[in-house]
Nanobody, 126 residues
Framework: QVQLVESGGGVVQAGGALRLSCTAS????????TAWFRQAPGKGRTWVAT????????YYAESVKGRFTMSRDNGENTVYLQMNSLEPEDTAVYYC???????????????????WGQGTQVTVSS
């Protein structure tokens, strides 16, 4: 049974940093394309970043490029989202999602990812 568990959310002041983790069981992250999405209060879920299988560098939404870094630890079977220079607009529930394969042109589409975590809340105060 596949399970994704996110952690690391919390409350932080603007300009601060957080690192989110997503640990998988029942699958091997290095063989999957994995993404972070977020859902702000009253809004739909939006794509944040994706890391594909080995040898690929992550892709980022323009709104987080230069501030967020996605990485993967194959030994821990965990992906991370390092979030720096946080802004109140980054307040959202953050989800990790994964799928065996996602074509590059579709990495921003949530319907391309089969497995999802439960989400972790990030709140950035001004």
């Amino acid at each position: 049974q596949v399970q994704l568990v996110e952690s690391g959310g919390g409350v932080v002041q603007a300009g601060g940093a957080l690192r989110l983790s997503c640990t998988a069981s029942g699958l091997t992250f290095s063989q999957y394309t994995t993404a972070w999405f977020r859902q702000a209060p009253g809004k739909g879920r939006t794509w944040v970043a994706t890391i594909r299988t080995r040898g690929h560098t992550p892709y980022y939404a323009e709104s987080v490029k230069g501030r967020f870094t996605m990485s993967r630890d194959n030994g821990e079977n965990t992906v991370y989202l390092q979030m720096n220079s946080l802004e109140p607009e980054d307040t959202a529930v953050y989800y990790c999602a994964t799928n065996p394969w996602v074509i590059l042109s579709a990495i921003q589409r949530e319907d391309q990812y089969q497995y999802w975590g439960q989400g972790t809340q990030v709140t950035v105060s001004s």
